[in-house]
C-alpha cells in the first residue's frame, strides 16, 4: 500500500536533516572551517610591557644587566628607560652635581652626551660655607649656573645654601646652640636677604634652595640636633626673609639624610608654610645593608615618601649615589627604579668618587646601569599615534571541496560558526 503524501513528506524532512548534520560534522572538520590548520596568532603586547623581557628569578627584584648601549644607535624607547602608557608619560627630572663653577656646567653637556643625549635638566651646586660673604652669592660661578639656567625654559637650578659661616669647622654643640638661638633671633636675617638679591638680579628667581641640609646629623654647623626648636624657628627666619625680595619665586627643599642619624629628621621639620619640597640625601650605606632595608628603616626612603604625601610636598633627591658598598649595580638599578616610581620632582647624582658613575672610573658595573637606564631619555615621552580601531576581520572563506553544496546561513552565523556549512553530494556513501 502506498504510503500516504504526510509521511512521504516526513521522511524527505528526515532525510534532509540527516544530510544537514552529517555535512556540517565534515565541514568544520580540519580544512573547512576559517582558518582552520592556520598558525596562531602571535601574542598581542599591551601598552607599557617590553617585549621579549626575562622573567626575574625569584631571588632577584630587578631585570638581568642590559648590554651597554652602543652610543652610535639610537636606543629603542625599552633601552632608555622609557613606557610605552599610552599617554604622555612624565619623568623625573635629573641631573648631576659635577663640579662647583664653570667646569660643572661645562660637563653638563659632556654628561649629556655620554648618556646618548639624554636631557639632564637640573643643575646643583654648592655655596661655600667657609664665610658669610659667600653665603651671600659672592662667588662668580653663580654667573655661569644663571646663564645654564636662563638658556632653557624647563630647566631647575638646584643651590645648596649653608645655614652657618664656619659651616665645616666642627663647632661643639653649645657653640651650635648659641648660634642658633641668634639666628632664630634675626641675627644673620640681612645674609639671606642680600642672597635673595642677588639670585633675583641674576634673573634666577626660581632657585630650588636646599636649605641646611643634612641636618639631623653631625657633620654641619648648621645641624639641628643641639637645639631643633631653635634651628625650626631660624629656618623660618630664612626663608620669611628671602621670600620678602621683590620678585623671587624660591622653592625651600627641606633635605635630611636618610635613616635616624643623630636625631630623627621629622623633628627638624619647620612646618608646610616654609617648605615646598621635602628632599632626601640617600647614599648607599651602611655597609651591608641592602636596598630593602633602606627603603623600610626608621626614617628611611619609604617613610620619606609618605611623609612628604601626608603633608602634600613634592619630594627630591638632592644628593645620591654609591659609598660604603661600593661598585653596587643592584643599588643603582633599584634606587633609579625608585625614583622612576616615585616620580620626584627631580634627583642629582654625586658625581665624584666613592659616589659618582661618570667621573669616577671605581664603579664600572653600576656606571654602566645608570647609563643604559638612563640613555636617551626625555623628560616626557610623547604618546603613540592614534589609529582607527580594526575591524574584525572577515573569515577567509576556503575553496569549496568537490561535491560540496554550500548552504547560504547568512554572514552572521557563518562568522560565528568559523566558515560556510555544505552538504556533501556524497555524503550517504560514507562510512
Known amino acids: 500500500m502506498a504510503p500516504d503524501r504526510r509521511q512521504t513528506t516526513n521522511r524527505r524532512l528526515a532525510f534532509i536533516a540527516t544530510g544537514i548534520a552529517a555535512s556540517a560534522a565534515i565541514a568544520v572538520g580540519p580544512g573547512y572551517a576559517s582558518g582552520a ?25 630587578t ?76 662667588p662668580d660661578f653663580l654667573e655661569s649656573w644663571a646663564k645654564w639656567r636662563r638658556a632653557q625654559d624647563d630647566r631647575l637650578f638646584v643651590l645648596n645654601v649653608p645655614m652657618m659661616e664656619r659651616n ?48 639631623n646629623g653631625t657633620t654641619y654647623t648648621h645641624r639641628c640636633g643641639p637645639d631643633p626648636e631653635a634651628w625650626k624657628k631660624y629656618w623660618k627666619r630664612i626663608v620669611t ?19 635616624r642619624d643623630a636625631v630623627p629628621w621629622t623633628q627638624c621639620y619647620p612646618g ?40 602634600g610636598k613634592e619630594i627630591s633627591y638632592p644628593e645620591w649615589g654609591l659609598f660604603r658598598n661600593g661598585d653596587n ?17 627631580y634627583n642629582t647624582v654625586t658625581d665624584y668618587c666613592p659616589h659618582g658613575v661618570w667621573q669616577c672610573e671605581d664603579n664600572p658595573k653600576a656606571s654602566k646601569a645608570y647609563r643604559s637606564l638612563l640613555f636617551g631619555r626625555k623628560d616626557t615621552e610623547p604618546a603613540p599615534e592614534q589609529t582607527q580601531p580594526t575591524q574584525p576581520t572577515q573569515p577567509t572563506v576556503p575553496a569549496t571541496p568537490p561535491n560540496c553544496s554550500p548552504l547560504n546561513l547568512g554572514d552572521w552565523v ?18
Open 63 to 138: 631585570p638581568a644587566t642590559p648590554a651597554a648601549p652602543d652610543p652610535s644607535v639610537s636606543p629603542s624607547p625599552t633601552d632608555a628607560g622609557q613606557t610605552d602608557t599610552g599617554q604622555a608619560a612624565r619623568k623625573p627630572a635629573f641631573g648631576a652635581y659635577l663640579d662647583y663653577g664653570p667646569q660643572g656646567v661645562q660637563r653638563m653637556a659632556e654628561l649629556s652626551k655620554w648618556l646618548g643625549g639624554a636631557d639632564l635638566r637640573v643643575g646643583h651646586t654648592y655655596l661655600p660655607g667657609d664665610r658669610w660673604s659667600n653665603i651671600e652669592g659672592s
Open 241 to 259: 626673609t628671602m621670600r620678602s625680595v621683590p620678585g623671587q619665586k624660591f622653592k625651600f627643599d627641606f633635605a635630611p639624610s636618610r635613616g
Open 37 to 61: 590548520g592556520q598558525e596562531p596568532d602571535p601574542p598581542v603586547r599591551l601598552p607599557g610591557l617590553p617585549t621579549a623581557a626575562p622573567a626575574p628569578s625569584p631571588s632577584a627584584a
Open 414 to 431: 557563518e562568522y560565528w560558526l568559523g566558515g560556510k556549512l555544505c552538504m556533501r553530494l556524497d555524503w550517504w556513501k560514507r562510512s
Open 272 to 311: 608646610d608654610d616654609v617648605v615646598d619640597i621635602v628632599g632626601m640625601d640617600s647614599y648607599d650605606q651602611p655597609t651591608g645593608t641592602d636596598f630593602a632595608e633602606q627603603v623600610s628603616e626608621p626614617y628611611g626612603l619609604k617613610q620619606h615618601v609618605e611623609f612628604a604625601k601626608a603633608h
Open 168 to 215: 665645616e669647622a666642627r663647632v661643639s654643640d653649645w657653640g651650635v646652640r648659641t648660634l642658633l638661638r641668634r639666628g632664630a633671633a634675626g641675627d644673620f636675617d640681612a645674609h639671606y636677604r642680600a642672597l635673595a638679591e642677588r639670585l633675583v638680579k641674576l634673573d634666577v628667581p626660581d632657585t630650588v634652595v636646599v636649605l641646611g641640609w643634612e641636618m
Open 329 to 345: 649595580e643592584d643599588y643603582m638599578r633599584k634606587m633609579l627604579a625608585w625614583m622612576d616610581e616615585h616620580k620626584p620632582l
